[in-house]
């Protein structure tokens, strides 16, 4: 079966735009969750959604915000896009949300530029 | 709060060495504990997971043993290959009744690299 999808792959953009990054959930999978990595602070949680609603937010500021559809897509936004916003923002799906022994599947990611 | 710490790296060795890397948590409860590699320009997949106290996760080689007592997960290969080159990351997943169940907490990575 198909894995995660994250769209696009790579992504540069200027200081003060925003950008919109997409990821498809493995299909039957109703939890997303998103990732930023970088060198220096490593892996960090953003936020999770199940259901179209934000069940879990990570440490990030207001600029950093997403969404989930009927279908379990998400999209994650950036606004008032930083230099320090340059990264790989990971996704992660899973079959349901409170259940032990549930797997996180991750895309390749996108990297993000900010020039 | 919940944290993992993983060795230091980088780590270099020779093809069929035996490869250890460590990996402490702190939580509350018992979480659920996981490897993930990942390999230049991939996303993460899960190496090997374990879900309670004295469980053996283990998977192409690999193994980890979830070990209350010292909050560790350390991960071992008898015997690396040059296909094992890649960056590790071990991580948790708080209790299923506590907030954020479904959020991992990762440690630093290790990258590893093995000489033929």
């Known amino acids: 079966k198909a894995g995660v999808t994250q769209t696009p792959r790579y992504l540069i953009k200027t200081r003060g735009q925003q950008v919109t990054l997409s990821c498809s959930p493995i299909?039957?999978?109703?939890?997303v969750s998103w990732y930023q990595q970088t060198p220096g602070q490593g892996l960090q949680f953003l936020f999770e959604?199940?259901?179209?609603?934000?069940?879990n937010k990570g440490n990030f500021p207001g600029r950093f915000s997403g969404r989930q559809f009927s279908n379990s897509r998400s999209e994650m936004n950036v606004s008032t896009l930083e230099l320090g916003d340059s990264a790989l923002y990971l996704c992660?799906?899973?079959?349901?949300?409170?259940?032990?022994?549930?797997?996180?599947?991750f895309g390749q990611g996108t990297r993000l530029t900010v020039v | 709060g919940n944290s993992v710490t993983q060795m230091e790296g980088p780590v270099t060795l020779s093809e069929e060495a035996f490869l250890t890397i460590n990996c402490t948590y702190t939580?509350?409860?018992?979480?659920?504990l996981f490897w993930y590699v990942q390999y230049p320009g991939e996303g993460l997949q899960l190496l090997l997971k374990?879900?309670?106290?004295?469980d053996k996760g283990s998977n192409k080689g690999f193994e980890a043993t979830y070990r209350k007592e010292t909050t560790s997960f350390h991960l071992e290969k008898g015997s690396v290959q040059v296909s094992d080159s890649a960056v590790y990351f071990c991580?948790?997943?708080?209790?299923?009744?506590?907030?954020?169940?479904?959020?991992?907490?990762f440690g630093q990575g290790t990258r590893l690299t093995i000489n033929p």
């Open positions: 992660a799906s899973s079959r349901s949300i409170g259940t032990l022994n549930t797997e996180a599947f």
């Open positions: 299909s039957g999978h109703r939890s």
């Open positions: 959604y199940f259901s179209e609603t934000q069940r």
């Open positions: 939580a509350t409860g018992y979480p659920s």
């Open positions: 374990a879900t309670k106290a004295d």
């Open positions: 991580a948790l997943r708080p209790p299923a009744l506590a907030q954020g169940a479904q959020k991992l907490v």
